[in-house]
């Protein structure tokens, strides 16, 4: 398996991923309420490969996951009584990760993260922050075995949901 950041050529397989993924669990009690052409949009995945944020995990050719992972953060993250404080770009947000829907239950989530913390210690990154919408065990699961640390709960607003609960996460690179 191969942890790189995605190139333009990854566009299309990395959107089919999303919309596949969406498509085939939207019904599943975990699914964190995203929406086709809405989140993950077309543009936030070019800019994310764009600006090289855009991480993959790719195996035998095959995208099997990926996520967005950046400085970039919600307002509300500032109420966060986190133990690291975002200055300067020292902390990255993971954003949409996203597992191809026939690789899940593979650890591949996992390996993703683990992958992404010893990334963030060769680029002097303090801490990784995160939400997870309030349905979502699955990824609270993933984050605390992998060693996130949950913060606090907050009511955060996204377009693609309004106003709903996420646990907010994080892990201190030391």
């Known amino acids: ?45 070019m800019a994310g490969i ?10 035998e050719g095959i995208i099997k996951a990926c996520a ?18 975002e200055r300067d770009n020292n902390v990255w947000i993971i954003h949409a990760l ?11 989530a996992t390996q993703f993260v683990k992958n992404l913390i010893s990334y963030a210690k060769l680029e002097n990154i303090e801490a990784i922050h995160l939400d997870v919408i309030d349905k979502n065990t699955l990824a609270d699961k993933l984050y605390i075995r992998a060693g996130f640390k949950y913060v606090s709960t907050e009511n955060i607003f996204y377009e693609v949901v309004g106003n709903r609960q996420f646990r907010m996460y994080e892990y201190v690179i030391e």
Do not use: T
Not at 50 to 58: A, S, T
Not at 69 to 75: A, H, L, Y
Not at 76 to 81: L, M, N, T
């Open 50 to 59: 764009v600006q090289k944020e855009l991480f993959v995990l790719r195996d």
């Open 68 to 85: 967005i992972v950046n400085s970039n953060s919600n307002k509300e993250y500032k109420r966060v009584a986190w133990k690291v404080n």
């Open 98 to 108: 996203a597992v191809r829907y026939e690789y899940r239950g593979m650890g591949l």
């Open 1 to 45: 398996m191969n942890f790189e950041l995605a190139c333009l050529e990854d566009f299309n397989e990395i959107e089919n991923l999303y919309w596949d993924l969406i498509d085939k669990s939207k019904e599943e009690p975990s699914f964190p309420d995203w929406e086709k052409g809405v989140h993950p949009s077309a543009d936030f995945l």
